[in-house]
């Protein structure tokens, strides 16, 4: 329950953050940290314009794939506090119940018939689809350093014992980073503030939302923001008590929002043909997460 | 009991009885009554089996079988009530698949009848226990399914594909005849016992492999697939549809029962199979992002499947030999929930794409799309059925790869490196087939129903009748109830794993204890789609009175797109085709420009994909085997005369031989 209110409320600030971040970098005063929000709340009031060549499809993809989120919100834990729904295994549910989501707003945009929304979507399927083992191969060596298999318990009997633990959360941390970035659409993968239809992946597949639907979609992404967050921190806090933990959480989620949006102003987008090899070799960064975690264990004969 | 035995090939029997005197329009009524009454028998020995009254009998035929022992135990009945549901449901849709087809009532009354003997044969090889009255109820099995891809026998295509499978259901037969053979030179006994009292004096390595590679030709593990992706697309569909369901199952079957005896080398065989299991998943779900024909995609993904079902197999085995109960129910059990989901969403998508090939009459998808709009319901039905493929919640794909995911995660925690390492790449490639198969499958059913209609069609596609329908949302309503009260179906496997005899046993809490955790996801995907219509709820009572406005699709200031210009299926997964094109070979059929054409003509341009272990391997040997074969053409020279020289040759010989004690 405290990781639900908690990552809701950094989804309150972390893309304002991003943005503030970038407009300083960038030599201009910028909007608020609440704009993001606002931006949300001004669409939901508004009317929609539907394409003539969609479905009930595209009318129903943006609620499920909000859906999606919010149940995989559900599962993250907060250090020792369980998450709403703690099973063995859930963070396999957690990555399957975002892939529904996905699922529906790539046929959404295959649904609106456009040829850019069409391109779009087969860059998104493709890149979460290399992004997928890199987080499952992390997951499965945290759970095999810890013996467990269920968020809550993987994160609270994440000691930071050794020093080599602490190197292992650190690339956990990394690879969650990216992950992060891949999932929501961001500078290396994606460019979100492009303006050329044919260098898009993400926003070129919500082109034809508008309204309500165009808002859910946004919020989505607001928290999808701050889910990955929480997991970041998660790799840290353990089993210090709430005092600092909570603080640590928000400390944690802005330096996250400062660091992507850091990146941001001074990186450019990878080459489109270039995205899908850089992905999977983050699969090899959890590699050497496996490999430390086997090192730590003794079990390397 | 024998009476029960008997009343199902009676009724069988009756059945093609009916469908040859009846008229061409109830033909398939006949059949599909006939199947039902059959199966309401063997499903009633199958449930009691189930819990806990397994059917034992021997029939003695005559001096040359002996005694074929007869049983129905746990592990075939389910098997036999998946056969029953999906052949059931088959017929009812074949009856209104091919009503177009009233006028030719002598192909219906071949067609049917194979139908209801296809199902005989299927409900029988999970019963017979005797390795050579099992080979030839395999081999009547094996040639209706032939017989019964080869409907649109005026198709040379459809007629290769046919003749391709029965070559290989053959090899496949080779090698059990080999395995029985093997038995029975150390036992005596043909019997299936006697492959216990085998395996359990004899080195357990190499006489299962010969059985695996055998029952694995009907299963499709690779390099052994090669058939499926041609008799599929072939086949009508209620027969592909019944086929990947089931048929390919048997496969699996027969890998289960030999694995039921095995004695030793569990982990051996289990990192074996769930190695080859991954590389024919990861193979499987690669084609069938690429390939344009609809129902080839299927037929390749039902290979996946297959890998699926095999990574639980070997999950299973290996829990054996490492003595670990819990890996032992998870990777047998995700094996067994995942054969029947299979077998129920397999079978939809084929049914679905039976309408739609009913409706269109091309199985090439880049033809098609806007489908949703004048097949709303099909449209609907298939996406249910590829959400389902794809493992995603809220369905009951997910609840068994979730219960495989878990028997890997239980892998993991163990003391050997090895078992580690192979554990943890076999979660990264279950990962990528999950991520594969929603690319697969966000293409397929884009390109099919969503966007608008790339080519005007000579006849306007409709909804197909009621009777094609009700079948698949049967198919629907048991899916749900695996999605939804998975605790029902697990317990029944584990009163199927209760009774298989291995080194090591599990208890009813384990079973317990998991099926309750199942009963979670259960719940939860029930709360899933709770959220959704929550979701919906408010966002339908916002927007009620919001003015709503119909637009052409932003087309970047371009006002007049057509159809044509939509992303095609092909340009969607064209980048895993190029990243993966070491096995994704294209084949392209083009002109080069040369360097004189100055005003380049009107030319073609076309490509497709072939499969890469039929044109290195298959076609290579073939072609071998051809010019090999060659060299002997001179023995058939079409004169009688040499043809009686051969006997007396052949007579000649043999007495030399006797003679000089060379044979006895």
């Known amino acids: ?54 479905s009930f499809i595209f009318q129903i993809a943006p609620t499920i794939y909000f859906s999606s989120v919010v149940m995989a919100m559900l599962v993250v834990p907060f250090g020792q506090s369980k998450g709403i729904i703690s099973f063995n295994g859930d963070f396999i549910f957690f990555a399957y119940a975002l892939a529904l989501g996905k699922f529906f707003s790539i046929i959404a945009a295959l649904d609106t018939g456009s040829s850019f929304e069409g391109m779009g979507a087969s860059r998104e399927a493709l890149y979460s689809m290399f992004a997928e083992p890199a987080f499952f191969i992390l997951l499965g060596s945290l759970a095999l350093l810890t013996g467990k298999t269920s968020f809550h318990e993987i994160f609270a009997d994440f000691h930071l014992g050794s020093s080599i633990s602490y190197a292992l959360a650190v690339l956990s941390a990394f690879v969650l980073g990216m992950i992060t970035m891949i999932e929501n659409s961001r500078m290396p993968i994606d460019d979100p503030k492009t303006h050329l239809e044919l260098t898009m992946v993400h926003e070129v597949m919500i082109l034809d939302n508008s309204g309500f639907d165009l808002g859910l979609i946004l919020s989505a992404g607001l928290l999808k923001f701050s889910i990955y967050g929480a997991l970041i921190v998660n790799l840290f806090i353990g089993i210090f008590p709430y005092q600092y933990t909570i603080p640590m959480f928000f400390a944690i989620q802005i330096l996250a929002a400062v660091i992507i949006g850091t990146i941001e102003s001074f990186m450019a987008r990878f080459r489109m043909s270039h995205n899908a090899q850089f992905i999977f070799a983050l699969t090899s960064v959890s590699l050497l997460i496996f490999f430390g975690v086997l090192m730590v264990l003794g079990k390397f004969i | 009991m024998t009476e029960w035995i008997n009343a199902s090939w009676i009724i069988a029997l009756l059945g093609i009885f009916a469908v040859s005197l009846s008229g061409s329009g109830i033909k398939g009524y006949a059949a599909a009554s006939a199947i039902l009454l059959s199966s309401a028998v063997t499903s009633w020995l199958a449930v009691n089996a189930l819990i806990g009254q397994p059917l034992d009998l021997t029939i003695n035929a005559g001096i040359f079988l002996g005694d074929i022992p007869i049983r ?7 098997f036999i009530l998946i056969i029953n549901f999906t052949s059931i449901t088959g017929a009812f849709f074949g009856t209104g698949y091919l009503k ?62 046919g003749l391709n499978y029965l070559v290989q259901m053959h090899i496949s037969v080779v090698f059990l005849t080999v395995g029985f053979i093997w038995v029975y030179s150390k036992t005596g006994s043909l019997s299936f016992d006697a492959i216990r009292t085998f395996f359990q004096t004899n080195n357990n390595l190499w006489p299962f492999l010969v059985f695996f590679v055998g029952f694995g030709f009907k299963a499709g593990f690779i390099p052994l697939h090669s058939w499926l992706p041609h008799a599929h697309p072939a086949a009508p569909s209620h027969v592909s ?49 690429v390939h344009r024909d609809y129902k080839r995609m299927l037929a390749y993904c039902t290979i996946e499947n297959i890998g699926i079902i095999g990574i639980g197999i070997g999950i299973g085995l290996i829990g054996i030999g490492t003595s670990s109960p819990v890996m032992y129910f998870l990777g047998f059990g995700g094996a067994l929930l995942h054969v029947l989901n299979h077998s ?61 995911y878990s028997g890997l995660i239980e892998g993991i925690h163990s003391n050997s490196m090895y078992q580690i390492i192979l554990m943890i790449l076999v979660l990264a490639g279950l990962c990528v087939i999950g991520g594969l198969s929603v690319m697969a499958f966000t293409k ?25 329908l009700v079948p698949q949302y049967l198919i629907i309503a048991l899916m749900l109830s695996i999605a939804f009260v998975p605790q029902f179906y697990l317990n029944a496997i584990g009163n199927i794993l209760l009774s298989m005899r291995f080194p090591i046993s599990i208890d009813t809490i384990t079973i ?37 406005a119909t637009e052409t699709t932003w087309g970047c200031g371009y006002v007049a797109p057509n159809s044509s210009m939509q992303y095609s299926g092909k340009s969607f997964t064209k980048p895993v085709g190029k990243l993966f094109n070491s096995l994704l070979i294209e084949k392209k059929n083009f002109e080069e420009f040369k360097p004189e054409e100055i005003f380049p003509e009107k030319r073609k341009y076309d490509s497709n994909y072939v499969d890469f272990f039929e044109s290195n391997f298959i076609d290579k040997i073939t072609k071998y085997l051809i010019i090999g074969a060659g060299y002997f053409r001179f023995i058939q020279n079409g004169r009688t005369q040499s043809y009686v020289l051969y006997g ?6 043999m007495f030399l031989l006797t003679i000089f004690n060379l044979i006895k």
């Open chain 2, 648 to 653: 007396i040759l052949f007579i000649l010989i």
């Open chain 2, 241 to 289: 549809g019944v086929m990947s369901g089931v048929i390919v199952k048997l496969g699996i079957y027969g890998i289960f029962r030999t694995i039921s005896y095995l004695q030793s080398d569990f982990n051996l065989l289990g990192e074996i199979i769930i190695t080859l299991s991954v590389l024919t998943g990861i193979y499987g779900i690669l084609n069938a992002s």
């Open chain 2, 72 to 78: 129905i135990d746990q592990l075939s009945a389910w």
């Open chain 2, 512 to 548: 317990a204890f998991y099926s309750g955790s199942a009963a979670k996801i259960g719940l939860i995907s029930l709360i899933f789609i709770g959220l959704i219509c929550l979701f919906w709820l408010i966002r339908a009572t916002l927007t009620r009175k919001k003015p709503q």
């Open chain 2, 444 to 468: 397929t059913y884009g390109t099919l129903f969503l966007g608008q209609p790339r080519k005007t069609l000579d006849h306007q596609p409709h909804e197909v009748s009621r009777l094609m």
């Open chain 1, 1 to 54: 329950m405290l990781s639900f209110i908690l990552i809701l409320l950094a989804a309150f600030f972390f893309t304002g953050v991003i943005n503030r971040t970038k407009s300083i970098l960038s030599g201009r005063k910028g909007p608020g940290i609440f704009q993001p929000v606002k931006d949300v709340l001004r669409l939901f009031k508004k009317g929609a314009v539907y394409s003539k060549t969609t």
């Open chain 2, 344 to 404: 129920l969403f397999k079978s939809l998508l084929f049914y679905s794409a039976g309408s739609i090939f009913q409706q269109t009459h091309t199985r090439d998808m880049e033809q098609l799309g806007g489908l949703l709009k004048s097949m709303p319901k099909t449209a609907l039905l298939f996406l249910v059925g590829a959400i389902a493929i794809g493992g995603l919640p809220p369905f009951n794909g997910f609840i068994s790869e979730f219960i495989i």
């Open chain 2, 100 to 161: 177009v087809y009233e006028n030719a009532p002598s192909k219906l009354t071949l067609h049917w009848s194979l139908f209801v003997l296809f199902h005989l044969s299927m409900v029988w090889v999970c019963m017979v226990q005797n390795g050579f009255a099992f080979l030839i109820v395999w081999e009547i099995m094996s040639l209706s399914s032939m017989l019964l891809v080869i409907f649109d026998n005026h198709h040379l295509q459809t007629l290769k594909a």
